[in-house]
């Protein structure tokens, strides 16, 4: 597609329930990233995938957090029995031939935990 | 670690004002800098970069120069427009390339 497409651009879950965001990067971009910003600050790193693999999950904050990429394509951000805490926007990103070249990010998934 | 401190917000000013946002960096070796920008209701968008000591990034009418004597990376623009209105992002990479460190964002509002 022309851009990064997440999905949903909302979700409110409640406290304990699992989730999945959804992150379509622009076709042929081979690595592919995620972020967390939490309101008034800015984007954390979590997770980075080069092809179908994580080349670097040292940002993930526990083990409640996952991430796949099965095809190298899509990928699916996994948190699973939410906490509050975890009420952030996840912002997805990719890119063509690695960081230092720019990503292009999508507009994020907006996570409230009730 | 690496880190990026960028000056807090919120920012305000008249239409055709000089604009500085400063930001300062810590990293161990040589990283890149970088300024994201982020629209009302719009994902980041790389605004513009510098990879090496002494590279002015420029775009739009920003710049921004990498001084690693200061460990700088400050935003500047002579003429600002109601549209440059966003919240401004200063980044590094590392040298590993894997991952960029964000600051906090500036709040820009220009008012006719």
């Known amino acids: 597609g022309a851009g990064v497409s997440q999905t949903p651009s909302n979700k409110v879950t409640e406290k304990g329930k699992y989730v999945e965001l959804r992150c379509d990067p622009i076709?042929?971009?081979?690595?592919l990233y995620w972020y967390r910003q939490s309101l008034g600050q800015g984007p954390e790193f979590l997770i980075y995938?080069?092809?179908?693999?994580?080349?670097?999950d040292s940002g993930l904050p526990n083990d409640r957090f996952f991430a796949v990429r099965p095809e190298g394509s899509v990928s699916t951000l996994k948190i699973q029995r939410t906490e509050r805490g975890d009420s952030a926007v996840y912002l997805c990103?990719?890119?063509?031939?690695?960081?230092?070249?720019?990503?292009?990010f999508g507009s994020g998934t907006r996570l409230t935990v009730v | 670690g690496d880190s990026v401190t960028q000056m807090e917000g919120p920012v305000t000013l008249s239409e055709e004002a000089f604009l500085t946002i400063n930001c300062t960096y810590t990293?161990?070796?040589?990283?890149?800098l970088f300024w994201y920008v982020q629209y009302p209701g719009e994902g980041l968008q790389l605004l513009l970069k510098a990879t090496k000591a002494d590279d002015k990034g420029s775009n739009k009418g920003f710049e921004a120069t990498y001084r690693k004597e200061t460990t700088s990376f400050h935003l500047e623009k002579g003429s600002v427009q109601v549209s440059d209105s966003a919240v401004y992002f200063c980044a590094l990479s590392d040298q590993g390339g894997n991952q960029f460190y964000f600051g906090t964002g500036t709040s820009l509002t220009v008012i006719p």
């Open positions: 076709s042929g971009h081979t690595a």
């Open positions: 990103a990719s890119s063509l031939d690695g960081v230092n070249y720019g990503y292009t």
């Open positions: 990293a161990t070796g040589y990283p890149s």
């Open positions: 995938f080069q092809g179908t693999g994580a080349a670097d």
